[in-house]
């Protein structure tokens, strides 16, 4: 073991690491905290409120917590992490690796193949893909309906909550997929074998041995996607938030307000909310993930 | 195994698969169609779309605008990111520990459209709004976290041997960095530079927020307003345009999870 | 109780054929070993029986019935694996009575026959822990106790001694032993480690390549190996074994020469290998023996010295148990009785 002040002496250390950290702090740390500052005036994109704001105190604070477009968005946000994030991507992806697990099949590879194209091609991209996909016209959704002699259904119009939580769910499934078959490997085989010699059923296979022995990961990917999906603007690009507000989740509501009506302060309030929210599940990730590996 | 229950299963993984599968058809054929449209059909083939991408000056220039973005951010985030790294190396000091968790912490966070409202006041403040560097400045910060703690990684890994064996010879301190520890973390550098070319490539967020004029966009901002254009929209350009600018990232993906497994890339997708 | 039968039975894995052909007869009540080099085919002839691979050609029986497509459940085996499989989430009790809990066996049943199968393996005391927390010995036994549980009518193992070191090998090995005479129920062994496979079988199967190369009785896979193969694997230090022909009653290689007696039913002058273990040449004097030769190299292993001679430029290892001082470069000669002597032909099998 070497001295530590050997190889970069104290000062050489600051001038190493001090372009990196300006620049983090500049554009990545002092936003989030200049936030809170700007919700507490009522700064605007154009006009004179832009030049000139003034402070306003806690009211934006108080007029969030009364704006029913906040609910509203919070509401479909909720539907959204839960529908799509949780028992879309979550889900999915566990029952995709397991039943991907110890499988050799070229069904296996297409599956795989697909679902992390679905998660690596660029968010403008899938985006008009799915447009393509659900048109009511000529989507090949309502072409397959056609097939069974169902529809068309014009998804993005009538079902547009549905059609981001589907889209999202194939849009991200790919990375909790991939997580768990990675954590899956780990398993040494035999315990699943010793499963296979004593008869368990699958279920009896997943609740005593493979649920129990995933649990951290399942968590850490819970926690992840949650953060994750409530954060994702992406479905902007689908419906663009409507209509009628029907598939407004928080991010495409702040990017309104602030954006499209230019009040940058009340957007900033709202941001603020929603920074404190990331901080949370980002706090109780780190958390878990200090304390992972236990038994 | 000897198991009654496979074919039921595959046939499960089957119908996913397909599910899965399905929506991306549209990417790989209409391309190619002579006459394309919104639906899914074997095209009589043609590769008209792609000279009309070619003749399209929109197109072209943000190809320009995406390659200036990818690789100021990729030299920056390799620049800045390497040295920092190697600093949070091999030096100890009160805190780091401390340090590494609030980037950590701050880069999970500060993420989307609640990021982009004070980031958006930052850069006009800063007469960054609808120019080239604010994006890059912004792409490199949000980059930054995850490039370094991953190159942390790659350095603790060099053994300091190596380095202690050049101090011997009478090696100054950066030249330690720029002749042993830098060549011999070059595939970490590797993967850091591809990762960030191709997430910024495919980000949209960011330019779509800080750039305002069209000449200036990035080619993700372009799709997204070739398909909003009132009027006819362009369909074949669309689809060959997106198949040009998806190519990249699927074939850098390819390479990385060939060589280190998909955790690279999850850790600078998020 | 059971007894077990393979008939030409083969596996093949891309390219490789695991298992070739391979049909033997486990004995009802028998311990029985599959021995080879890693990558013999034995531990997947061993999953074959289970069920958890699934063979491409041939038949497996289990008593009476063809259990070739059987799921493993159903074939009332039980294995004990490598690394034991004890669920780390569950306690000692919980891992043992899991397969009665799986076949829904009452509550009190269970306890019942915990309690007795712990006791019989002297680990009471253990069975409230969590497997992280005892030695690789008790693992091992508790990993024996989940499959006694379970009422089988074969014990499967594989290689379940590897993991611990040498002392603890010993004393789990004479356990593992008087466990199966106890219950009397047929055990397929399988393991790389010769020593180990005479300890404790009754009979070994020695394989190579995925092909059968042997079964008998240790004592007659020791004293006569069937061909130059099992003669080099099994016993340490390794047989000596000297390729080269037959000529008349002679052996020769080079200018090494051995009357090797009698007709040894080998056209003169076919090529042929020679072999003698170490521990029936016996050093003596130069002169004193039929092969005259020097000290090469002496390794002392304590109670015995292991001694390189050279008799015409052909090493053979000796088993000295005196402690005598040997000196290198020193003329000696080696005496061996005639009987001793294993040859094996062109093809590797024995011939006399």
């Known amino acids: ?295 | 195994m000897v198991s009654r229950f496979r074919w039921p299963k595959l046939f499960l993984l089957l119908l996913l698969g397909v599910g899965f599968f399905l929506p991306l058809l549209w990417l790989l054929l209409t391309p190619f169609a002579a006459e394309p449209t919104l639906a899914v059909k074997l095209p009589s083939l043609s590769l008209k779309s792609f000279s009309e991408v070619w003749q399209n000056r929109t197109a072209v220039l943000a190809f320009k605008n995406s390659i200036i973005l990818s690789l100021g951010a990729m030299a920056l985030v390799l620049g800045f990111g390497s040295l920092a790294a190697y600093a949070l190396s091999r030096s100890r000091f009160a805190g780091k520990d401390t340090l590494l968790y609030l980037l950590l912490l701050f880069s999970s966070i500060v993420t989307g459209v609640a990021a982009m409202v004070p980031i958006y006041a930052l850069n006009q403040k800063l007469l960054l709004i609808d120019t080239l560097l604010g994006v890059i400045l912004v792409f490199t910060a949000g980059f930054l976290p995850t490039a370094v703690f991953i190159l942390k990684d790659f350095v603790d890994g060099i053994p300091r041997a190596y380095e202690e064996a050049a101090l011997v010879d009478g090696s100054s301190s950066l030249a330690l960095f720029r002749y042993v520890a830098f060549p011999l973390a070059r595939p970490g550098l590797a993967v850091i530079a591809v990762l960030t070319f191709v997430s910024t490539w495919a980000n949209f967020l960011v330019p779509f927020v800080l750039l305002r004029s069209s000449e200036k966009v990035p080619i993700a901002v372009a799709i997204y307003q070739f398909f909003t254009e009132v009027g006819i929209p362009r369909i074949g350009v669309i689809s060959a345009y997106s198949l040009l600018y998806t190519a990249p990232v699927l074939a850098v993906y390819f390479w990385i999870s060939r060589r280190y497994g998909f955790g690279f890339f999850g850790g600078l997708k998020g | 109780m059971a007894e077990v039968v393979l008939e030409k039975v083969s596996k093949v894995f891309g390219a490789a054929r695991a298992v070739d052909e391979v049909s033997l007869e486990v004995r009802d009540g028998e311990f029985f070993t599959l021995l080879g080099p890693s990558g013999c085919g034995k531990t997947t002839t061993l999953r074959l029986v289970a069920g958890l691979e699934l063979a491409d050609s041939g038949t497996i029986r289990i008593g009476s019935r063809d259990v070739t497509r059987v799921p493993p459940p159903e074939r009332r085996i039980a294995m004990v694996f490598q690394n034991y499989a004890l669920y780390p989430h569950m306690t000692i009790a919980e891992n043992i009575s899991y397969p009665l809990r799986l076949r829904k066996v009452p509550a009190d049943a269970i306890a019942r026959k915990v309690g007795a199968v712990a006791e019989k393996l002297r680990i009471e005391p253990l069975l409230l822990r969590m497997p992280s927390q005892i030695s690789g010995g008790q693992q091992q036994r508790v990993a024996v106790a989940r499959a006694m549980v379970q009422d089988p009518q074969v014990y499967l193992f594989d290689e379940p001694l590897s993991n611990l070191d040498f002392k603890l090998r010993l004393e789990a090995r004479r356990f593992l032993k008087h466990i199966q005479r106890e219950t009397g129920v047929t055990a397929l062994y399988v393991t790389h480690d010769q020593t180990e496979a005479l300890a404790l079988s009754d009979r070994v199967a020695v394989l190579k390549d995925g092909r059968l190369m042997q079964v008998a009785p240790p004592e007659e896979i020791y004293r006569r190996p069937a061909n130059a193969f099992v003669a080099g694997f099994v016993g340490a230090p390794a047989m000596n074994l000297v390729e080269g022909e037959v000529l008349g009653s002679r052996f020769i290689s080079g200018k090494f020469r051995v009357e090797v007696g009698g007709e040894p039913g080998l056209a003169s002058g076919a090529g042929a290998t020679l072999g003698i273990r170490p521990e029936h040449l016996e050093l003596k004097p130069a002169g004193a023996g039929a092969l005259a030769g020097i000290i090469d190299d002496v390794e002392p292993q304590g109670h015995e010295q292991i001694v390189t001679v050279l008799v015409n430029e052909v090493p053979l290892l000796a088993r000295v148990i005196e402690t005598q001082r040997l000196k290198l470069g020193e003329p000696v000669s080696l005496r061996f009785d005639p009987s001793a002597l294993h040859l094996f032909g062109p093809d590797g099998n024995r011939v006399n």
């Open chain 1, 1 to 295: 073991m070497s001295t530590p002040g050997l190889i970069l002496s104290r000062r050489q250390t600051f001038a190493f690491i001090s372009p990196a950290f300006a620049i983090i702090a500049v554009f990545l740390v002092f936003p989030a905290v200049w936030a809170l500052y700007l919700g507490l005036t009522d700064l605007e994109l154009t006009g004179i409120r832009a030049v000139m704001p003034e402070f306003v105190g806690l009211s934006n604070f108080v007029r969030v917590f009364q704006d029913s477009f906040f609910y509203n968005a919070l509401k479909i946000s909720l539907v959204f992490v839960f529908g799509s994030g949780i028992i879309g991507q979550v889900g999915l992806g566990l029952l995709l690796a397991l039943l991907m697990h110890r499988e050799k099949s070229w069904i296996k590879t297409l599956v795989a193949a697909s679902a992390i194209a679905a998660w690596i091609i660029p968010d403008v991209v899938v985006a008009y893909l799915w447009v393509a996909f659900l048109d009511s016209d000529f989507g090949l959704l309502n072409r397959g309906l056609k097939l069974v002699g169902l529809g068309p259904v014009n998804w993005l119009f009538h079902y547009p909550l549905f059609s981001i939580i589907l889209f999202n769910t194939w849009r991200g499934t790919a990375f909790s997929m991939l997580l768990f078959s990675a954590a899956l490997q780990t398993l040494p085989p035999s315990y699943l074998e010793t499963a296979d010699t004593l008869g368990a059923s699958a279920w009896r296979r997943f609740r005593d041995i493979i649920l129990p022995l995933l649990k951290t990961t399942i968590l850490t990917d819970v926690l992840l996607i949650t953060l994750w999906t409530f954060n994702v603007f992406t479905p902007f690009l689908l419906t663009g938030g409507g209509p009628s507000f029907r598939s407004e989740i928080l991010p495409i509501y702040v990017y309104r307000t602030s954006f499209k009506y230019f009040k940058l302060g009340y957007g900033s309030a709202i941001s603020t909310v929603l920074l404190l929210i990331n901080l949370a599940f980002a706090l109780v990730y780190l958390q878990a993930k200090r304390r992972q590996k236990k038994w």
